[in-house]
C-alpha cells in the first residue's frame, strides 16, 4: 500500500522528526512527540498517524512526555485527526505523560469523551 509506505517515511525522515512511531505488539503502537510541536508540524503528523491508525490496529498510544506544553492549535491537529481515525478504524487512543497545558487544551476540545488517559509511561 503506497500510502502506508508514505506515511512510514514522512514520520522517520521527513519535515515531522518530532514523532516517534514503534509497534509495541500485534495491532498496537506507541507514538511519542517530542517538542516543541508547531502547528504545522502538528498538522503533518495528525494526518500521517490517522493514516497509520487504518492499518488495522487495535490500540494507539500517544506518549507526550517529551512534547512540552503544546499550544491549543497544536494539539488540535494532533488529536483532531486521530480522534476521527480512530473513530472509523476502531482503534482505542490512550494519551500518556500529558502534561497540564496539553490536558487543559484537549479538554477544552472536547476530547476526555473519546481519550483514555495515563500518568505512566506506555
Known amino acids: 500500500m503506497?500510502?502506508?509506505?508514505?506515511t512510514s517515511w514522512l514520520l522517520t525522515h521527513g519535515p515531522v522528526r518530532a514523532v516517534d512511531v514503534r509497534h509495541a505488539g500485534p495491532g498496537s503502537m506507541v507514538v511519542g512527540l517530542r517538542g516543541p510541536v508547531g502547528e504545522q508540524d502538528a498538522q503533518r503528523?495528525?494526518?500521517?498517524?490517522?493514516?497509520?491508525?487504518a492499518s488495522g490496529l487495535r490500540?494507539?498510544?500517544?506518549?507526550?512526555?517529551?512534547?512540552g506544553t503544546m499550544p491549543?492549535?497544536?494539539?488540535a491537529a494532533v488529536f483532531l485527526p486521530l480522534v476521527v481515525a480512530a473513530g472509523e478504524?476502531?482503534?482505542a487512543l490512550t494519551v500518556?505523560?500529558?502534561?497540564?497545558?496539553?490536558?487543559a487544551a484537549l479538554r477544552t476540545l472536547g476530547l476526555d469523551r473519546v481519550l483514555d488517559y495515563s500518568d505512566e509511561a506506555p
Open 2 to 6: 503506497p500510502d502506508r509506505a508514505w
Open 45 to 53: 503528523a495528525g494526518r500521517a498517524l490517522a493514516h497509520v491508525l
Open 59 to 67: 490500540e494507539a498510544h500517544i506518549d507526550l512526555d517529551r512534547a
Open 72 to 75: 491549543k492549535s497544536s494539539v
Open 89 to 91: 478504524h476502531g482503534v
Open 96 to 103: 500518556h505523560r500529558a502534561g497540564p497545558g496539553t490536558r
